[in-house]
Structure formats: C-alpha cells, structure tokens
C-alpha cells in the first residue's frame, strides 16, 4: 500500500492522496481482519527514516 500517487497493480495498492499522509512525528497503520483482530502493523518513526511493512 502507498499513500501518494501512482497505478493500482497487483502488488501495489495506492491512497491517491495528493499530500502528505505520515508526517514526522512518528505514525503507525494498522490492518485489520473483518472480524476485527490486528493482522499487521508498521510504524513510521520519524524524519528521514524509511521502512517497508
């Protein structure tokens, strides 16, 4: 999944946004199943950091 712009493929899902989503301070998504258990979670930690969930 991305937050900026870009084609839906299979591999990669995109928001469309047009802008910033994570910001520096720190952010965390969450996935979740229908029945509402936590299936994966990745955290953004901060300015210049770069992780791949």
């Not at 937050?3 to 839906?8: C, D, E, H, P």
């Amino acid at each position: 999944m991305h937050t900026g712009k870009g084609a839906n493929t299979l591999g990669n899902l995109y928001w469309r946004s047009s802008s910033y989503i994570w910001n520096n301070n720190g952010d965390t998504a969450t996935l979740k199943r229908s029945n509402g258990t936590i299936a994966s979670r990745c955290s953004y930690t901060g300015a210049g950091s770069y992780k791949i969930c």
